[in-house]
């Protein structure tokens, strides 16, 4: 969906902080793409693009600032939000998933959540929701935006100094950082024989229409 390249050389440091920001604090930023993005910035930095030291502030600054203002966001509207009706940009599916997620493995989420699309963007709110305490939640916040938005954009700045002309080798090296990003996912929601289930009906739906 995005031309990653050249959405990180147009929007620059302000451009990336909100694609960032939306992201973690947005709840209709769940289709950004966090994770490519912060990597490939690390690699243009590497080619000289981008500063790096600007690069790894901003994006952890919006990083931190984007969950708390989802925490706010859930610890203010927070049942409201389960009331509210699907659209194109808000799928209560997504909340509830995060829900789940939360109640399994508590003040981690903070942290592994991260690394996981759709479940990043609605974990801060959920902690909201649950009435995390605010401090206990910065805590874990900032150690999973200092892992997450100053980790992935250093590999990336590493290799990009390591490995020669990685521009190369850059729409691979996305693909298989989304690939892990999602596979957690998947794997959840194949797990249960009624997700497996569901998948299966909705797969026999779609080739019937076709």
């Given at each position: 969906?995005?031309?990653?390249?050249?959405?990180?050389?147009?929007g620059?440091?302000?451009?990336?902080?909100?694609?960032?920001?939306?992201?973690?604090?947005?709840?209709?930023?769940?289709?950004?793409?966090?994770?490519?993005?912060?990597?490939?910035?690390?690699?243009?930095?590497?080619?000289?693009?981008?500063?790096?030291?600007?690069?790894?502030?901003?994006?952890?600054?919006?990083?931190?600032?984007?969950?708390?203002?989802?925490?706010?966001?859930?610890?203010?509207?927070?049942?409201?939000?389960?009331?509210?009706?699907?659209?194109?940009?808000?799928?209560?599916?997504?909340?509830?998933?995060?829900?789940?997620?939360?109640?399994?493995?508590g003040?981690k989420?903070?942290?592994?959540?991260?690394?996981?699309?759709?479940?990043?963007?609605?974990?801060?709110?959920?902690?909201?929701?649950?009435?995390?305490?605010?401090?206990?939640?910065?805590?874990?916040?900032?150690?999973?935006?200092?892992?997450?938005?100053?980790?992935?954009?250093?590999?990336?700045?590493?290799?990009?100094?390591?490995?020669?002309?990685?521009?190369?080798?850059?729409?691979?090296?996305?693909?298989?950082?989304?690939?892990?990003?999602?596979?957690?996912?998947?794997?959840?929601?194949?797990?249960?024989?009624?997700?497996?289930?569901?998948?299966?009906?909705?797969?026999?739906?779609?080739?019937?229409?076709?």
């Amino acid at each position: 969906m995005f031309d990653l390249e050249t959405l990180i050389k147009t929007g620059g440091y302000l451009g990336l902080f909100a694609i960032i920001f939306a992201e973690t604090g947005l709840l209709v930023g769940f289709f950004l793409p966090g994770d490519s993005l912060l990597f490939t910035a690390g690699i243009l930095a590497s080619q000289g693009y981008l500063n790096i030291a600007i690069l790894l502030a901003t994006f952890f600054a919006a990083a931190v600032l984007g969950d708390n203002t989802g925490y706010f966001i859930g610890h203010k509207f927070g049942k409201k939000l389960f009331r509210k009706e699907d659209s194109l940009l808000f799928h209560k599916e997504h909340l509830a998933r995060a829900k789940n997620f939360y109640e399994k493995h508590g003040r981690k989420t903070i942290i592994i959540a991260r690394f996981m699309p759709i479940i990043r963007t609605f974990s801060a709110v959920v902690a909201g929701i649950g009435d995390m305490p605010y401090l206990t939640f910065l805590t874990f916040d900032v150690v999973g935006g200092f892992l997450w938005a100053v980790g992935i954009p250093l590999l990336g700045y590493f290799l990009g100094n390591v490995i020669p002309d990685i521009d190369k080798f850059l729409l691979p090296i996305i693909a298989l950082i989304i690939f892990f990003s999602v596979f957690p996912g998947l794997r959840a929601m194949l797990k249960t024989k009624e997700q497996r289930e569901k998948i299966l009906v909705i797969l026999k739906s779609l080739s019937r229409k076709n």
